[in-house]
């Protein structure tokens, strides 16, 4: 049906935000959308820090996005904005990067405090990158989600529910993309 990359900039591997990340997995795979993973943690970080562009793991990350139709951009806030290892990446996409892309922004933070973020912080970044269809996002605070040894995360019913609505939305505008890419090929 379609491709989507989830781009993790969160620079630990143990958040609650991963509890999130893989709910929304689960469901764009039931739909039948391809996932691909850009963990920006795991990219070199000499590449990130001084802008390699020409870096072979850089041009590999920035190919899976190309190739999508959707982006999943999934951060904690600190300090009121996204992490500074998920801006490193993104400046280092093309400047047109995600034009055409639907995207769908997942933070997470301590406070509701910090519901802007997406809108004040990241939506202006990802405009200046040629995105024009960018969803409402989902913000979460971190105590909305537990961790259960055995079993994962649990996420609470209201946040559920917020994150089934955007992936119904974002999943229709990855099928309604595909099919125009489809007719124009056509």
């Known amino acids: 049906m ?3 990359v989830i781009i993790n900039g969160n620079p630990s591997q143990v958040s609650r935000l991963n509890g999130m990340i893989q709910y929304v997995e689960q469901r764009l795979l039931q739909a ?5 993973h850009i963990r920006v943690a795991e990219l070199p970080a000499e590449d990130l820090i001084k802008a390699k562009f020409d870096s072979e793991a850089i041009l590999h990350a920035n190919k899976k996005v190309e190739e999508a139709e959707a982006i999943v951009i999934a951060s904690p806030v600190y300090k ?8 490193t990446y993104l400046d280092l996409l093309p400047q047109k990067g995600l034009a ?9 933070g301590g406070t509701i405090a910090h519901l802007l973020s997406i809108d004040y912080a990241l939506k202006p970044v990802l405009s200046a990158l040629g995105s024009r269809h960018i969803l409402g996002g989902v913000y979460a605070v971190d105590t909305w989600i537990t961790r259960n040894e055995q079993e994962g995360y649990h996420l609470s019913e209201d946040l559920i529910h917020r994150l ?5 939305e974002f999943a229709e505008g990855i099928k309604r993309r595909t099919e125009l890419l489809l007719e124009r090929v056509e």
Not at 100 to 108: A, N, S
Not at 164 to 168: F, G, L, N
């Open 2 to 4: 379609g491709k989507a």
């Open 32 to 36: 039948g959308i391809e996932i691909e």
């Open 80 to 87: 009121a904005a996204y992490t500074g290892v998920l801006k």
């Open 100 to 108: 055409g892309k639907i995207i769908l922004p997942l933070f997470i």
């Open 164 to 168: 089934d609505e955007a992936v119904t």
